[in-house]
């Protein structure tokens, strides 16, 4: 291994796992992706798919490891409970748990939780959140973290308030792979580009008035029946559409005038600063992958603030 | 096969197969029903399909054959060019398609299309329509025919005027059975009754504000999580939020004035009277069983004016 990691953190999800080797400052000195979600891991066995991943990294017997997500959820490795809204963030911190009965410190994230008449909850982006808040010193607005379930958070006083989820990633997925929509979309689920015309209308039509996603998906398939709709098209129409709902579903909810951090990465960046700029919303663009690998990092150099250079 | 049969008619949709021998006066003398839809048709052959369930009703080799739904699509059987609307239903029987290179005569009616700014298209449901129109001498008004995709109808001086599609009876099937949802709802996808609390519960928040379903999906998680929402009790909120947003839609874009000629059977039949009572909109049920055995039998009675009884 490199000699300069001093703790192993990983956002383990339902259907990704990413390990890094962080320095004591929390820079990034070794970094593993891989496809071994909850149902693979469950299967082999959490620890040892760990173990696993971390001896491809050559990580010693003895480094602690800090996860967030999934994993810590009921289908996942140990449970850790919530920590209920509204919430300072360093509450995530003294609560994570330790997997018993191995010989690794290895210790998991809590999750928030959201109960009342709009009953939520997060795991993951709690710690994104964090090292979100951390990175640009926020302490009052709206941070928005898009993805398979899409998470809108109000800050108020450095305290996580409440939050929303939308289900729009897992929206897409589903529709463009396995609905009626399958026909139209084909191979181009990932050919969504923010200047593509289609994602614009689509986007539009939900943002503009009062209609309903729902009324407007099967015209996605129509079109390609009446007016050959290409692959591409379909796509960028489809996540127009779920993306616009999204969006205006928050601005409803949270108004316009708050600016708002965008915890993204990539292409899904790119989508939402279109989708944010078409709604009249302003925004501030946090790198997804930088502010969960500095939530983490924070978790980790709290918990073993004298952790050794390996 | 029973002497009075003059017609067999079959609904052959996606995923279903329904198979009825009419007498001269349109009243069933023999059904069958079964999964025959498109995919396992292509893959066996449709005429050999056709025969198979012909023969279990002991159909004579003469006897003509009328079929309304997906085997008249580009991926069906012979594809049935669509009638544009506005249009006079009547002109759906004009327009049917015969099965070339079989002994047997066996036709199939075209779908409605619609083009300009909301494309649409419609198969399966014309045949509804016209059945539903000649059993009440509807007219004008609205007709709304539940189901994996909602259709609604506008008539006006006895012709159909424009429709949209809501995808609510698929996005239900992939939410229940393939979401993060499906492991709050389990088995308990058909379980959706009108009078649980959790369907009017979906249904109102639907109705009564400018939520989005979107945003609403994911708290049936949180409350499995956080209140131990029980598997009905997911499955009949996420029901009612779907149908909620169904009909909020159409109140939105038709208005309230209207009595509605909804034409659905059983258990949808209920769900769907349910929630327009609770949207406050006025309707009158016809039977969807009913209504497309009567356009099937038009249709045949109009083609075949001379049909012995076999």
Redesign the interface.
């Known amino acids: 291994m490199t000699a300069a990691a001093a703790y192993a953190v990983a956002d383990w999800g339902t259907s990704r796992f990413r390990l890094w080797l962080l320095d004591e400052k929390g820079d990034v000195v070794a970094e593993r992706r891989s496809d071994d979600g909850l149902d693979i891991s469950r299967a082999r066995g959490f620890a040892e798919t760990l173990e696993t991943h971390l001896t491809g990294l050559q990580a010693p017997a003895d480094m602690p490891v800090i996860i967030c997500g999934m994993a810590g959820s ?2 996942g490795w140990v449970e850790a409970n ?1 920590v209920p809204v509204p919430a300072d963030l360093t509450a995530i911190l003294s609560g994570t748990v330790r997997i018993e009965g191995i010989s690794r410190d290895v210790r998991i994230i809590p999750g928030l ?3 009342g008449s ?4 997060m795991r993951g982006e709690e710690t994104q959140l964090l090292g979100a808040m951390l990175a640009r010193n926020l302490r009052s607005g709206l941070v928005a973290m898009p993805g398979t ?1 899409s998470k809108w958070v109000e800050l108020e006083e450095g305290r996580a308030k409440s939050f ?5 990633g ?2 897409y997925a ?2 463009a792979g ?3 929509l399958r ?1 139209s979309i084909g191979n181009a689920t990932e050919t969504v580009a923010p200047d593509h015309p289609q994602f614009a209308a689509g986007l539009e039509l939900m943002l503009e008035g ?6 407007e ?3 996605i ?3 390609m ?3 050959n709709l290409a692959p591409e098209g379909a796509a960028s129409r489809l996540s127009g559409l ?1 993306i616009g ?2 969006i ?3 601005r ?2 949270y108004g316009t005038t708050t600016k708002i951090a965008l915890v993204a990465s990539g292409a899904m960046a790119a989508l939402y600063a279109k989708a944010l700029t078409v709604a009249g919303l302003g925004f501030d663009i946090v790198d997804a992958d930088d502010a969960v690998r500095k939530g983490l990092f924070v978790a980790a150099s709290k918990l073993w603030p004298a952790a050794t250079q390996g």
């Open positions: 009921r289908q919530y939780s959201q109960s709009a009953p939520n909850v379930h929303s989820t939308y289900l729009t897992e929206l589903l529709l396995h609905s009626i026909h009062n209609r309903r996603m729902l009324g998906l099967f015209g398939r129509a079109a029946l009446l007016e779920l709902t999204e205006a579903g928050a409803e909810k």
